[in-house]
T-cell receptor, first 116, second 110 residues
Framework: GAVVSQHPSRVICKSGTSVKIECRSL??????MFWYRQFPKQSLMLMAT?????????EQGVEKDKFLINHASLTLSTLTVTSAHPEDSSFYIC????????????FGSGTQLSVL | EDKVVQSPLSLVVHEGDTVTLNCSYE??????LLWYKQEKKAPTFLFML????IEKKSGRLSSILDKKELFSILNITATQTGDSAVYLC??????????FGTGTRLKVLA
């Protein structure tokens, strides 16, 4: 299956700092990537849809100035959590759509963000 | 509002048991329904269903979709401890968003 690489897997930062998370499609081109957030024992909540070469589409209630998404190439999307606060602590996971054999979603390994 | 509801929320069984996980949805412009298994980190793809009544199988796992009644089931036969995980269903909407259900947490005891 398709491989999606996400880094870092874990990050601990101080309140007020910014954190960048990278999501790469390793063996395919991804014009669309999705960013999800997951709280403990809860499901995946879609934050935004990242489109290569254009602005991301954010879900209702997600602050676009806080969660900056850049999709500059067909294999890389980044999520930057700006001025992080403890309430931003969560598991962030990216995914990319693989077309050709129906539309399937493949996930990165996720990033556990802890803001002190 | 589009939504996906899974049941049960959690389930504990013994090795060898058969389990049925349910996923019901209310969506507009349905395109497909997908099942994923999440153990620790990344969900792994299990099935994608687009047509009613056609069962998809992979080893001990199988799944089927009923587009008239708006639900899907995931069956696991002869469960093993390695099947312990959270099982997520998701739909792909007409606006090309993948929306996930609440998940079913399955624990298989030895």
């Amino acid at each position: 299956g398709a491989v999606v690489s996400q880094h870092p897997s874990r990050v601990i930062c101080k309140s007020g700092t910014s954190v960048k998370i990278e999501c790469r499609s390793l063996d395919f081109q991804a014009t669309t990537m999705f960013w999800y957030r997951q709280f403990p024992k809860q499901s995946l909540m879609l934050m935004a849809t990242s489109n290569e070469g254009s602005k991301a589409t954010y879900e209702q209630g997600v602050e676009k100035d806080k969660f900056l998404i850049n999709h500059a190439s067909l294999t890389l999307s980044t999520l930057t959590v700006t001025s992080a606060h403890p309430e931003d602590s969560s598991f962030y996971i990216c995914s990319a759509e693989v077309q050709g054999d129906g539309e399937k979603l493949f996930f990165g390994s996720g990033t556990q963000l802890s803001v002190l | 509002e589009d939504k996906v509801v899974q049941s049960p929320l959690s389930l504990v069984v013994h090795e060898g048991d058969t389990v049925t996980l349910n996923c019901s949805y209310e969506v507009t412009n349905f395109r497909s329904l997908l099942w994923y298994k999440q153990e620790k980190k990344a969900p792994t793809f299990l099935f994608m269903l687009t047509s009613s009544g056609i069962e998809k199988k992979s080893g001990r796992l199988s799944s089927i979709l009923d587009k008239k009644e708006l639900f899907s089931i995931l069956n696991i036969t002869a469960t093993q401890t390695g099947d312990s995980a959270v099982y997520l269903c998701a739909y792909l909407s007409g606006t090309y968003k993948y929306i996930f259900g609440t998940g079913t947490r399955l624990k298989v005891l030895a």
